[in-house]
């Protein structure tokens, strides 16, 4: 008996030790907002908007290289961030996405190091950081994408010098790998497409990689995942971007989403390859049982905390400039003046539909491992339209071709903020509050914050692109005895 309940305490001891950085207690979903940085909108905005209690996270970008899009570059939108989050007066986490728009052989020592003292420079200031480097790197809408020898090498070049240069502060930061869903993969005819009759040695090699299927060519049915996988040594966290965009592509209609579409873009559906592929995302790399590749040897063993890195439903709201210009890609699918005329559903319609099919208890009792996530705040434009991405209100001093519709994006928030306080998403958690010396003191919820300052029991849509408004104006003893 004695030695049933050692073992049985040191299993579980094992499981509480495996937790990755940052991760919440079972049952905890952190939730966060990318806010548009460009549009003037911060983080304080945000919370003040929903009036409810601060969000446990905010996410923001910057181009790697600094010399591409200069105007991200960390120099210039760390200093900002941090006091953003200081400006909230708790302890929300940074989400920090690394773009190396330059490619992975650009990337220096020198910016390495940039970034790493920035790190610890955020983390000495009271908030912990997530890092999601080379997002999308499976998607051919990136300089850097379908590249999977180029990535691997780097990501674990790059994390490798991250973790050594955080010391003491390597516990409050967490890597995240997030590629794109896959859905549409692998995402042919784009800018960054891959060329699947290239013949020049690394366009070769890489086809090679990507190939998993071993027929001829490159197609839905080769896996959009594993070839980018770096190994659970080099991963914290797993994350992946899901859309709403509308029934079909041209993605101009304004249509309630199907009741499991969020979940077959993260698990994938056999019975519609063509449109949300064949990879069970959450069973490879956060179920209990992992994922071997073809040959039998071991991707992942599974059991990483999931963040839905970004997610909306889009609102279509107005056609694009480039609207039936002499390209034929870009004539109008429809006559209608607006996107939306002959469609009845509402922003609230859409985009509540699209968060109670997966932020709900039934969801999140299934997928235990789904830890965080991240609201996409932006308005832009995109392909054929000009897209309202928002779920938390419209950003501060909008401008007045968009600010008809402030109201109708504040019901949004309002009616997130309803289900909140109908006790529809209780597994829901939020930063802790700060006092004067800048320590956390009690979460929302009631509960003492952890020590690595993470909130506790509390072309493509990336930020990449300017927006819209922005281009076109410029607890163990419970675990282990049962409590």
């Known amino acids: 008996m004695q030695l049933t309940l050692l073992t049985t305490l040191a299993v579980a001891a094992s499981t509480v030790l495996a937790a990755a950085n940052l991760e919440p207690a079972a049952g905890s979903v952190m939730l966060g907002a990318w806010y ?8 304080s905005a945000v919370n003040t908007r929903l009036n409810y209690k601060p969000l446990a996270f905010f996410q923001t970008d910057m181009d790697l290289s600094s010399v591409v899009k200069p105007w991200t570059a960390p120099k210039v939108v760390m200093p900002q961030f941090i006091q953003q989050l200081e400006d909230t007066k708790t302890n929300a986490v ?3 996405t690394l773009y190396p728009f330059e490619g992975y052989s650009k990337i220096t020592d020198a910016q390495l190091q940039e970034m790493a003292d920035w790190f610890n420079k955020m983390a000495d200031a009271g908030h912990s950081i997530f890092v999601r480097f080379a997002s999308e790197m499976n998607g051919s809408w990136f300089p850097y994408g379908q590249d999977p020898i180029g990535f691997l090498a780097s990501w674990k070049r790059c994390i490798t010098f991250w973790r050594n240069a955080l010391g003491a502060n390597k516990s409050k930061v967490a890597f995240i790998w997030s590629p794109n869903s896959g859905n549409g993969y692998p995402y ?29 060519g490159l197609d839905e049915e080769d896996d959009p995942y594993l070839p980018y996988y770096p190994g659970d040594d080099y991963v914290d966290w797993v994350g992946m971007s899901i859309y709403h965009y509308g029934k079909e592509w041209k993605w101009v209609d304004n249509v309630l989403p199907q009741p499991t579409q969020f979940e077959d873009y993260l698990q994938g559906s056999k019975t519609l390859p063509k449109k949300f592929g064949y990879a069970p995302f959450y069973t490879y790399f956060s179920g209990p049982d992992g994922v071997k590749d073809s040959t039998g040897k071991t991707v992942s063993v599974g059991n990483k905390p999931l963040i839905i890195s970004e997610t909306a439903a889009t609102y279509h709201f107005a056609w694009n400039e480039n609207v039936n210009k002499t390209d034929p890609n870009n004539a109008r699918p429809n006559t209608c ?11 609230v319609d859409i985009k509540q539909s699209w968060w109670q099919s997966f932020l709900n208890a039934d969801f999140v009792k299934k997928y235990p491992q789904m ?3 991240c609201f996409f705040e932006f308005i832009k434009e995109e392909e054929l339209t000009l897209r309202d991405f928002t779920t938390f209100g419209a950003a501060p001093n909008i401008f007045e071709s968009v600010a008809k519709f402030e109201k ?17 998403m209780p597994f829901l958690s939020f930063a802790a509050a700060k006092d004067g ?10 509960s003492k914050p952890t020590g690595t300052g993470a909130p506790t ?4 849509s990336g930020a990449a692109g300017v927006s819209v408004m922005a281009g076109v104006f410029a607890a163990a003893g419970a675990l282990l005895f049962g409590l």
């Not at 956390?440 to 919820?445: I, Q």
């Open 408 to 424: 109708e994006d504040q019901d949004v928030a309002n009616a997130f903020v309803a289900d909140l306080k109908a006790g529809k």
């Open 337 to 347: 003046p607006v996107p939306y005329c002959d469609e009845p559903a509402t922003r």
């Open 457 to 460: 029991s509390t072309t493509k």
């Open 371 to 373: 830890k965080a996530v």
């Open 188 to 216: 042919p005819n784009g800018q960054y497409s891959i060329d699947p009759k290239g013949t020049d040695a690394a366009t070769v090699a890489n086809l090679k990689v990507l190939d998993t299927n071993n027929k001829p």
């Open 36 to 43: 548009d940085r460009n549009l003037t909108d911060t983080p």
């Open 94 to 96: 940074a989400m920090l």
């Open 437 to 446: 010396t800048g320590s956390a003191v009690v979460t929302a919820s009631g």
